[in-house]
């Protein structure tokens, strides 16, 4: 662990004790840390922005009505992935979970959604927002072929890059388990990418802009109402980071595609609730100074 990653660690914990002491504006300081980390979980979960932020909003409310029986026995973002990913694991079924496909359905609807041709959708966007779009919903798409255990065990451990035994904790579970729950949703997950996935293997017939039509026809991506790609500098940017993604081994190249997804921000709304919930909110345990 390099210097400037302990001393933000360090930070934190700072922050959360006085926090815990009453100090509203630790507090917004705590919750601005991990709201971040918290929505990409949720939304690598999830699949859908919208269903990632209402999970969002729940885990946060469960750390901030929490935040007093913190003991410190782990490090404090250990004991916020445990009440995500406890969330998350008991969640009702989302808009994305039940049209979830198996490996198998999701290989061959890669192969049936390739067009013949280039982009043809005729819009103001530019297409490199289109490819974007298409990248992301797709690969964060066949994480939704996992069950819910191994799929959390490969976002924590492949994307957030948890060690075994910090990952073990959060999920509640024996380093062993987490191991083959890790291990097994890997190798699946990297059999499709690296059989059928021209960003992986370029010999791969699948292409993001030869799916662009299909998924608009489809219904999959709309370019009026885009959910994920929003920065055209980060997708004109993303060829370059391909490039150096290309010259890993295929496990680590498969892990570091999904890590370089430009995630969403999360909206105007979740901002103004948060901060709704961080002055109003008022516990029992949790008094705040003001």
């Avoid at 939704?144 to 959060?170: F, P, Q, T």
């Avoid at 370029?202 to 802009?209: A, G, V």
């Avoid at 290309?246 to 979740?270: G, I, K, N």
Wanted: hydrophobic share 40%; with cysteine; aromatic share 6%.
């Amino acid at each position: 662990m390099n210097e400037n990653v302990t001393s933000k660690m360090q930070c934190l914990e700072a922050e959360v004790t006085l926090a815990k002491a009453g100090n509203r504006k630790s507090l917004e300081a705590v919750v601005r840390a991990i709201q971040k980390d918290v929505y990409g979980i949720a939304l690598r979960f999830l699949w859908h922005p919208q269903d990632a932020e209402d999970a969002t909003q729940e885990i946060l409310i469960k750390v901030i009505t929490n935040l007093g029986g913190f003991r410190g026995e782990s490090g404090f973002k250990t004991w916020v992935y445990r009440i995500a990913s406890n969330t998350l694991l008991t969640l009702k079924k989302k808009r994305m979970e039940k049209q979830a496909m198996t490996f198998d359905e999701f290989a061959e609807d890669l192969l049936q959604g390739i067009s013949s041709t280039a982009i043809r959708i005729e819009c103001d966007l530019d297409e490199k927002l289109l490819l974007e779009e298409v990248k992301v919903g797709c690969t964060l798409a066949m994480l939704m072929c996992l069950d819910r255990k191994h799929r959390l065990a490969y976002i924590l451990g492949e994307i957030v890059e948890l060690d075994h035994c910090e990952a073990a904790i959060v999920l509640e579970i024996t380093q062993g388990t987490f191991r083959k729950q890790l291990s097994r949703a890997r190798q699946r997950i990297l059999s499709v990418m690296t059989s059928k996935c021209g960003l992986v293997n370029p010999e791969n017939i699948c292409r993001c802009r030869k799916r662009v039509d299909t998924a608009v026809n489809l219904d999959r991506i709309s370019p009026d109402n885009l959910l994920f790609a929003h920065s055209l500098s980060k997708a004109k940017h993303f060829p370059v980071i391909l490039d150096k993604i290309r010259q890993f081994e295929d496990t680590r190249r498969v892990a570091a595609l999904y890590r370089s997804h430009s995630m969403p921000a999360l909206s105007q709304e979740f901002v103004s609730w948060l901060r709704k919930v961080i002055t109003e909110t008022k516990t029992p345990d949790f008094e705040f100074i003001t």
